[in-house]
DNA sequence: CCGTATCCAATTCGATACTG
DNA sequence: CAGTATCGAATTGGATACGG
């Protein structure tokens, strides 16, 4: 009881709790490489080089940091074959494949407005 | 016809400028800070301050950064009311409001897959 | 082939100060 | 109030090397 007047009520903590958790996960996976990566994926089984010649400039790093980063979060399942050499295989889980079509309206928003969009950045240059 | 042995056909290299265009676009578009502000925008007028006290954590500097971005590439208007102190109004455009939809699915998302992530998270951290 | 670690250059970003 | 510029600190990210 004594406490609640300094923290609030259960719910509104709970509250705090949750945004500030949904904006923590935002910020991770709103950068352009982990959905670059889930888009990449789509609904295929890929290889982690497989992965890094579908995404153009990505550097070996940046791909482990962000698989790894999606993997921690459930996005992507990471399967190893005990073979030598190696193979690593990549799938996106039920939460990614939901994150992908989104990251589809966003592609599919990409295109639609390219032309408006680079006649807009020249008019603004000038 | 001497050339298209080395650039390929006209068709082709359009493919390439668009694809190249909008890998540009998207990679510029899909960071945090310029989906949190069309996010914060919606569908209302708000002003500089607004718009910096709707998004914890933005700093000045990365709320003009982004928001210059964002009227470049015409996602957002900008009035100045030629008033003392300023007044300056930021609103989404058409093309903005139509990138805000796909945004308000990502949050979506992230809302719905809140408890995956973070159990999986808590999974993966042992 | 895949993953981790290290080093170091380049960029990012916040804080601050100053202008209209 | 809104915007620009500047300056370090901190982070990023690429290159490289080595290990399983």
């Known amino acids: 009881m004594v406490t609640k007047q300094f923290t609030g009520s259960p719910d509104e903590a709970d509250l705090r709790r949750a945004d500030s958790l949904a904006r ?3 910020s991770d996976v709103a950068n352009k490489w982990a959905l670059l990566i889930i888009e990449a994926l789509g609904d295929r089984t ?3 080089g497989e992965v890094r010649s579908e995404i153009e400039g990505i550097s070996h790093k ?3 940091q962000n698989l790894r980063m999606l993997e921690r979060y459930g ?4 399967m ?4 030598v050499p190696p ?7 039920e939460p990614g494949q939901a994150l992908r079509v989104t990251i589809d309206g966003l592609c599919d928003w990409t295109h639609r407005y390219l032309g408006h969009i680079e006649a807009s950045r020249h008019r603004f240059d000038a």
Chains 1, 2 share one sequence.
């Open 24 to 26: 923590e996960i935002f």
């Open 62 to 64: 940046m791909l482990t």
């Open 46 to 48: 890929l290889r982690f």
């Open 87 to 93: 193979r690593v295989e990549y799938t996106l889980t």
């Open 80 to 83: 190893v074959h005990p073979v």
């Open 75 to 78: 996005l992507v399942e990471r």
